[in-house]
């Protein structure tokens, strides 16, 4: 069993749901993002979404935007992403870890390449904003050959057609995105979000996760009950630089974290 | 027999997914897709309903101020020494360039899919004050999104943008120029499709736009096939346009690809020289790739990441290209060079001098090459030549190079 189906599966069995904080990998600083990993872990995170930078980062609100850019800034590259990756696997074998990013750095490396040495380095998922399903068949069976989910959004305007199509190719999990916007947006509208995923349910039994527009353990547990799993980047980059630069990168990262506590207790009660 | 075949095939291109060849597609987040299906829907009626093309045809003739003329630049020819040199004369249109009868056509769609608001993306700013004046036109809202740095080098263009009722948005991401000011559109767009129209302003972007970019610009290609006809009883024998994003050249090219004596020439920016890597050159020096909901060449590093370019022309200043011109590299039907900034200054100065004709920046790229292209042929051949814009909005650029300060 992967490790994206060996969490759903114990959160099932235990009745609670997936917590998944979203970073930048090299944001802010190379250094930070392998700790701050871990700690995320400790504080209560089921599964992490990673983003790897991309200079024209087009779904992404204000935060995530400048995250990209800080770590652009630090030459963060997709192949030091998976390095970070390997160096976190080296004491986390368990945490399913998910690559999020947009299509042009993985063509650039080629999807074969790709595949092979994400597998190596752990990873268990890819979700390519700009990869839609039209274009996604034949980067779906190379990543699936080696083991690693194609992880699909969905939108509060996919169609019937389309969710079916998308649920088609869809392994691990679907990313359900709450709102008509960008990332870190504050127009959650809970009652739609709890159509759309009951509209998506008619077709797939694979675990859904929500994200955008999540801030903190209100809006976290208002969605927690609808779906498998939430999504946590904006509120989280936020916190992470805010923290003091002057203090230890152990220190920042288990101030970010905090937020991670804050959404677990939440949604675990 | 083999040009039966490229006949059939250029006109049923894109197919029924938005691709040319490899080229092209729809690359963008779940989010817009419903957007996208909706504009496609809207256009594939609406480009068949009599009523529609009329008002298009209408608009083109009597607020544009179509067709445009060809003219022979008769003196410029002769100093060159070969062949005869016609000019497409886009600068005429209203608004000074070609980017005025994509937003007609796409404002009209807009007007026929019920959306009040209209958004668009700007660099030098010549696509923003188009849409700005067709959004006064039809009373509907505008707002422009705009680099932080191509604001403050076209503040004329951004008073122009604000006398004409438009908001002109500061986008301080990334660059700071027109591709995140595409990006920051699109965010917008993602957030307000319900009553939003994005007029897009060049040949890319995700389907259905560069097709219907293309479509609304091949007015001039079918004007410049006819004129060339009447005038001088047969077609050109090359046809020379510049390509930034490729809207003026794909408009130009698209009536006549299946003329296969017709030999084509896309003029990218070569910027300080395509060696030097400092250029906007993707179709001469770059490596295909997905940005902007598109696949098509593109100004990039190892990583992937898509790297700044450089041109004294902003229009020209971008990273990726259209998709069909992608395709139409790879399938050698148009031949893709470069100018450099100081072969498009001189021949900036040069049209101006010889025929009191002031070129946009832009088009003195084509204007430089045709130079260089007539002198390899006969007066007995003809080249059409895309003056896709006038130069006026130039002159504060033209006066700095040249050490004079004009407030």
């Known amino acids: ?269 | 027999m083999s040009s039966k075949v490229a006949k059939a095939d250029f006109s049923q291109f894109p197919d029924a997914s938005g691709h040319f060849g490899i080229y092209g597609g729809r690359f963008v987040s779940e989010t817009l897709v419903f957007a996208l299906d909706e504009l496609e829907a809207a256009y594939q009626r609406l480009r068949k309903d009599p009523d529609f093309q009329a008002e298009f045809d209408h608009d083109l003739a009597h607020y544009v101020g179509r067709p445009s003329p060809l003219y022979h630049a008769k003196r410029w020819s002769t100093e060159v020494g070969g062949a005869q040199i016609y000019l497409k004369r886009e600068d005429l249109n209203h608004t000074g360039a070609h980017k005025v009868n994509n937003t007609v056509g796409q404002a009209l769609l807009a007007k026929y899919m019920g959306k009040k608001h209209v958004i668009a993306e700007t660099g030098a700013g010549q696509h923003g004050v188009a849409s700005a004046t067709v959004a006064a036109r039809l009373g509907m809202s505008c707002k422009v999104f705009m680099g932080e740095d191509d604001i403050h080098r076209q503040a004329l263009n951004v008073y122009r943008m604000k006398l004409l009722g438009a908001e002109v948005i500061s986008v301080k991401s990334g660059s700071k120029t027109l591709k995140d000011a595409m990006n920051e559109a699109m965010r917008y767009w993602v957030t307000n499709v319900e009553d939003t129209f994005y007029i897009i302003g060049t040949a890319a972007g995700p389907h259905p736009y560069p097709m219907l970019v293309r479509d609304f610009q091949s007015v001039i290609g079918r004007e410049a096939r006819e004129q060339c006809l009447t005038q001088n009883g047969r077609l050109p024998d090359a046809l020379v346009a510049c390509v930034g994003g490729g809207s003026n050249a794909i408009g130009l090219f698209h009536p006549f690809l299946d003329d296969e004596d017709v030999a084509m020439y896309g003029v990218e920016a070569g910027g300080d020289g395509v060696d030097t890597g400092r250029h906007a050159a993707p179709l001469n020096d770059g490596i295909p790739g997905i940005l902007h909901g598109n696949r098509t060449y593109l100004m990039q590093d190892e990583g992937g990441q898509i790297i700044e370019t450089h041109s004294v022309s902003a229009g020209l200043d971008y990273p990726g290209v259209g998709p069909e011109h992608s395709w139409l590299k790879d399938l050698g039907r148009v031949n893709y060079v470069a100018i450099n900034d100081d072969e498009a200054l001189a021949a900036f100065r040069k049209l101006t001098l010889v025929e009191g004709i002031m070129p946009a920046l832009e088009s003195a790229h084509a204007v430089a090459y045709a130079e260089k292209l007539a002198k390899t042929m006969s007066p007995e051949q003809s080249i059409v030549v895309n003056l896709s814009g006038r130069g006026d909005k130039d002159i504060h650029t033209v006066a700095t190079i040249d050490g004079i300060g004009i407030e």
Do not use: W
């Open chain 1, 1 to 269: 069993m992967s490790r994206l189906a060996a969490v759903f599966a114990k959160l099932e069995k235990n009745g609670r749901k997936a917590l998944v904080p979203y970073i930048v990998a090299g944001d802010p600083s190379p250094a930070l993002t392998v700790p701050l990993m871990h700690e995320l872990v400790r504080q209560g995170a089921d599964i992490l979404e990673i983003g790897v930078p991309f200079s024209d980062p087009m779904a992404e609100g204000p935060v995530i935007q400048l995250a990209h850019e800080r770590a652009l800034a630090n030459k963060v590259t997709l192949t030091m992403v998976l390095e970070l990756v390997t160096e976190f696997r080296k004491s986390d074998q368990d945490t399913p870890l998910v690559l999020m990013g947009y299509a042009n750095p993985i063509e650039r490396m080629g999807y074969q390449v790709f595949a092979d040495r994400a597998a190596s380095a752990g990873v268990d998922g890819l979700l390519t904003v700009d990869m839609p399903p039209e274009e996604a068949e034949q980067p779906t069976r190379i990543l699936r050959a080696a083991g690693i989910d194609n992880i699909f959004l969905l939108a509060p305007t996919s169609s019937e057609d389309r969710i079916k199509k998308i649920v088609s190719l869809a392994s691990g999990y679907l990313y359900c995105v709450s709102l008509n916007g960008v990332t870190g947006a504050g127009n959650l509208d809970i009652k739609a979000v709890s159509e759309k995923l009951a509209s998506i349910k008619r077709f797939t039994d694979l675990p859904i996760t929500v994200g955008f527009g999540i801030k903190d353990g209100v809006s976290a547990a208002a969605l927690a009950p609808l779906c498998e799993g939430v999504v946590v980047g904006s509120a989280l980059i936020e916190r992470l630089v805010a923290t003091d630069a002057d203090k230890t990168v152990e220190q920042r990262a288990a101030l970010a974290a905090a937020l991670i506590a804050e959404i677990r207790s939440a949604i675990d009660a």
